[in-house]
């Protein structure tokens, strides 16, 4: 089955740049998406189609994409941005099935 | 505003079934599908499947193939997952989120059930 693959973890200090990054084999034709996850709260919209951020999230968010690679960006983070960090995408060879990448801890301090 | 709102924690014992709701409100219903993505304690998101409001078209995860299914009722704006055959691996909060597809982005997220499923 198609699998996305994350690092476990991400330390960073406060207004310092911090990059995640997500490898699929399908991230040539397929978005990548991103969701942000504070303990104890629901998955939260931050990047979708690659590179486009939704509104109400902050500058800081930014998205790439090149080959089998994305990454999620956070340029000047802050304390409020440690949380899981997970991609999603699909695989266009098992009828668009959706799949998670095992997600990213992002520590600020 | 757009909003998902789920139903309570659910306790199942091993081999039954459970039947989590999520009712949509401040958009079209139809124009949208409902996802289902669920979380283990300390775990990460396990995509489960969508379901098509407009024509309850669904796509659904491998390895819940025969234990899953996804309904919806259009008359009250409510997603249901009902999942059978219960073990303890299925312990986890349960959330839906809507999509027009599984392509496109998840957003808003209902703010999740927990199932406990244990003798």
């Known amino acids: 089955s198609y699998e996305l693959t994350q690092p476990p973890s991400v330390s960073v200090s406060p207004g310092q740049t911090a990059r995640i990054t997500c490898s699929g084999d399908?991230?040539?034709?397929?978005?990548a998406f991103w969701y942000q996850q504070k303990a104890g709260q629901a998955p939260v919209l931050v990047v979708y189609?690659?590179?486009k951020r939704p509104p109400g999230i902050p500058e800081r968010f930014s998205g790439s994409s090149s080959g089998t690679m994305a990454t999620l960006t956070i340029s000047g983070a802050q304390v409020d941005d440690e949380a899981d960090y997970y991609c999603y995408s699909t695989d266009s060879s098992d009828n668009y099935r959706g799949v998670f990448g095992p997600g990213t801890k992002v520590t600020v301090l | 505003q757009v909003q998902l709102v789920q139903s309570g924690a659910e306790v199942r014992k091993p081999g039954s079934s459970v039947k989590v709701s999520c009712k949509a409100s401040g958009y079209t219903f139809i124009h949208y599908g409902i996802n289902w993505v669920r979380q283990a304690p300390g775990q990460g998101l396990e995509w489960m499947g969508w379901i098509s409001a407009y024509d309850s078209n669904t796509k659904y995860a491998e390895n819940l193939q025969g234990r899953v299914s996804m309904t919806t009722d259009t008359s009250t704006n409510t997603a249901y997952l009902d999942l059978r055959s219960l073990r303890s691996d299925d312990t986890a909060v349960y959330y839906c989120?809507?999509?027009?597809?599984?392509?496109?982005?998840?957003?808003?997220w209902g703010q999740g059930t927990l199932v406990t499923v244990s003798s």
């Open positions: 399908a991230l040539p034709k397929e978005y």
């Open positions: 989120a809507r999509s027009t597809t599984p392509l496109n982005w998840f957003d808003p």
């Open positions: 189609e690659d590179r």
